[in-house]
């Protein structure tokens, strides 16, 4: 019912308005335990927290650059931790339009917050069709478990 109500009011407000397009964040992972936050054609990325507790304590973040090219499946930085270095793997193809300066400095800033402040890159996505391939949050879990 509220979304019929919601729904019913943004199309009426739209065309009376000009209004720009309600978008909805969604969240989607890889099998690799990477994470593509998605709002609109940016997705921020970065690793799970499951990746984390199992890497351990990071004690450095090594990220691409503002403008740099990132392909789906392949590797765009890593992280190191007390127990191994792991590369990161974007879960879409697009140009990054950000990176998490912040994580230069604090890098266990990972450990305390992978999925919110813990980011890695945001990316403008070139396809957002990629998103098709990764997992919703309920089969992650399910991934997580079974890989436990």
Same mark, same amino acid.
């Given at each position: 019912m509220l979304s019929t109500v919601l729904r019913t009011t943004v199309t009426r407000s739209a065309s009376r308005f000009s209004m720009p397009a309600v978008r909805a964040m969604s969240s989607h992972f890889a099998p690799s335990h990477e994470f593509a936050q998605v709002d609109g054609s940016i997705a921020k990325i970065g690793i799970t927290d #499951?990746?984390?507790?199992?890497? *351990?304590?990071?004690? #450095?973040? =090594?990220?691409?650059?503002?403008?740099? =090219?990132?392909?789906?499946?392949? !590797? #765009?930085? !890593?992280?190191? @931790?007390?127990? $191994? $270095? @792991?590369?990161?793997? @974007?879960?879409? !193809? *697009?140009?990054?339009?950000e990176v998490n300066e912040v994580l230069s400095d604090e890098p266990g800033t990972v450990n305390t917050a992978a999925e919110s402040d813990g980011w890695f890159i945001k990316v403008e996505m070139s396809d957002t069709s990629e998103l098709g391939d990764l997992m919703d949050p309920d089969a992650y879990q399910k991934h997580c478990d079974e890989s436990s």
């Open positions: #499951f990746a984390q507790a199992a890497l *351990g304590d990071i004690v #450095f973040v =090594d990220l691409p650059e503002v403008g740099d =090219d990132v392909e789906k499946g392949e !590797s #765009f930085g !890593s992280v190191e @931790s007390v127990k $191994a $270095a @792991s590369d990161v793997y @974007s879960p879409v !193809s *697009g140009v990054v339009t």
